[in-house]
């Protein structure tokens, strides 16, 4: 038991230690209904906020609560992993610090990639199950099966699930067109329907915004950043 304690409090492996702790703590909220599942969730894209960045990361079509809880499960399985194999039989002393952090850091590289393909494979689990779970669609892709009405109505399908059908409701000068491949990028809750633009267009603003983001530093804000959740 003082050994796993040990082990437990050791960094980098108390970084996951606490951070599970808080998610096991939501997610005993979640079934007790006292927490929402899409507590990061917003109605849009646009802006650089959680929901929005995973999805960015590939992690579409699930809630970000569970996207982020999977991510720290792989990522604290690889740090303990490591620490286990590696760090507790070296003599690191001080150093023991910025070799956490350099652990820390390649087990997010490897996790997220993990993560994500088991949240794709995992959304259709949430399409049958929590169909109540509306806003974790944004960043889903879809395709368009009738053509807009006067009002700009129309139905989509998600491409990586045909039997789950939407209702998009397009602008002016942005109407979905019969067959074309969208993203879907706004919520509307007084309509139950989503905003979406054209899978390139929504491809060019996100590398756009990543270039925006290189050349002006971390704290930079861009002035087109998000466009393609504008609309």
Not at 68 to 91: D, H, K, N, S
Not at 99 to 128: D, I, N, Y
Not at 153 to 172: C, E, F, I, N, S
Not at 196 to 223: F, I, K, N, T, W
Request: hydrophobic letters at 50%; a positive charge; glycine letters at 10%.
């Amino acid at each position: 038991m003082e050994t796993v304690r040990q082990i437990a409090l050791s960094f980098p492996v108390v970084v996951f230690s606490a951070l599970l702790a808080l998610a096991a703590l939501y997610w005993l909220l979640v079934a007790l209904r006292l927490a929402p599942v899409e507590c990061f969730e917003h109605d849009s894209l646009k802006g650089d906020h959680l929901a929005s960045t995973l999805v960015a990361l590939g992690f579409a079509g699930v809630p970000a609560s569970f996207a982020l809880t999977l991510l720290l499960v792989l990522a604290g399985a690889i740090t303990l992993g490591v620490e286990l194999a590696v760090l507790r039989w070296l003599p690191l002393g001080l150093f023991r610090i910025p070799v956490g952090v350099a652990v820390l850091w390649g087990a997010f590289a490897l996790a997220s990639p993990l993560a994500a393909g088991l949240c794709h494979g995992l959304h259709r689990w949430f399409h049958r199950h929590a169909p109540q779970q509306r806003r974790c669609l944004l960043g889903e892709k879809v395709e368009v099966r009738d053509e807009a009405d006067a009002d700009g109505w129309a139905t989509a399908v998600l491409v990586d699930d045909p039997q789950w059908q939407v209702r998009l409701h397009g602008k002016p000068g942005n109407l979905p067109q019969v067959g074309e491949r969208r993203v879907l990028v706004k919520y509307v809750a007084g309509e139950d329907a989503y905003r979406s633009v054209a899978e390139g267009d929504y491809r060019d603003a996100r590398a756009h915004l990543s270039r925006l983001r290189l050349r002006q530093g971390p704290g930079g804000q861009g002035r087109n950043g998000g466009a393609a959740a504008s609309s």
